[in-house]
């Protein structure tokens, strides 16, 4: 594998239900992101992680819950969902949060529905 | 607050030069992005600017002046596989993106 992959693809979840979005970066990057893309709609950024430490959280609601585990990996818990949460969740990765280009290598994004 | 403004929808025709612009208010400036995404995929880099000027990459060419707040992107020679999505991003003092909300380009024969 190489880039930045996301599971699942696609997800259609019940406002009960708690389910989990998986992301994993294999460029060896510090710093990943969790973005919510609504249509016609600037990217939202929700949350940041720089070397496993959250260092960014944009005022997102307690039904998201991120998780760092390692620099490699990001997960974003779910739970209690509304349909209006309904949208692509991107996952970006970079090798730093400040300084030079750092341009941010995305992931493909999971569709998730809210029912 | 800070805003990034670029047109919702552009039409060109296969062959032609397209030009989409991006106009920014931000609290600071590190930096410009352009990203291209298409349709269901992700968002990938296309340039970055930092200094006033054109920066030239193949095909396509971004252009930045920061006393006006104001950016382009400059795509030659379209192919329908340049129908997508350009999103403009910002990085401001805090050294955070601010997005626009993307142009979409379709590209007719």
């Known amino acids: 594998e190489t880039g930045v992959t996301q599971t699942p693809r696609h997800l259609v979840m019940g406002m009960t239900n708690k389910k989990s979005l998986k992301c994993e970066q294999h460029l060896g990057h510090n710093a990943m992101y969790w973005y919510k893309q609504s249509a016609k709609k600037p990217l939202e950024l929700m949350f940041v992680?720089?070397?496993?430490?959250?260092?960014e959280n944009n005022s997102v609601p307690s039904r998201f819950s991120p998780e760092c585990p390692n620099s490699s990996h990001l997960f974003l818990h779910l739970h209690t969902l509304q349909p209006e949460d309904s949208a692509l969740y991107l996952c970006?990765?970079?090798?730093?949060?400040?300084?030079?280009?750092?341009?941010?290598?995305f992931g493909p994004g999971t569709r998730l529905t809210v029912t | 607050g800070q805003n990034i403004d670029q047109p919702t929808e552009m039409t060109a025709t296969e062959g032609a030069i397209v030009q989409i612009n991006c106009t920014y208010q931000?609290?600071?400036?590190?930096?410009l992005f352009w990203y291209q995404q298409h349709a269901g995929e992700a968002p990938t880099f296309l340039s970055y600017?930092?200094l006033d000027g054109l920066e030239e990459k193949g095909r396509f060419s971004s252009f930045l002046s920061r006393s006006k707040g104001y950016s382009y992107l400059l795509l030659k020679e379209l192919q329908m596989k340049d129908s997508a999505s350009y999103l403009c991003a910002v990085r401001d003092s805090n050294y955070q993106l601010i997005w626009g909300a993307g142009t979409k380009l379709i590209i007719k024969p």
């Open positions: 970006a990765s970079s090798p730093g949060t400040s300084g030079e280009s750092y341009e941010q290598y």
């Open positions: 931000t609290s600071g400036f590190n930096g």
């Open positions: 600017n930092v």
């Open positions: 992680y720089n070397f496993k430490e959250q260092t």
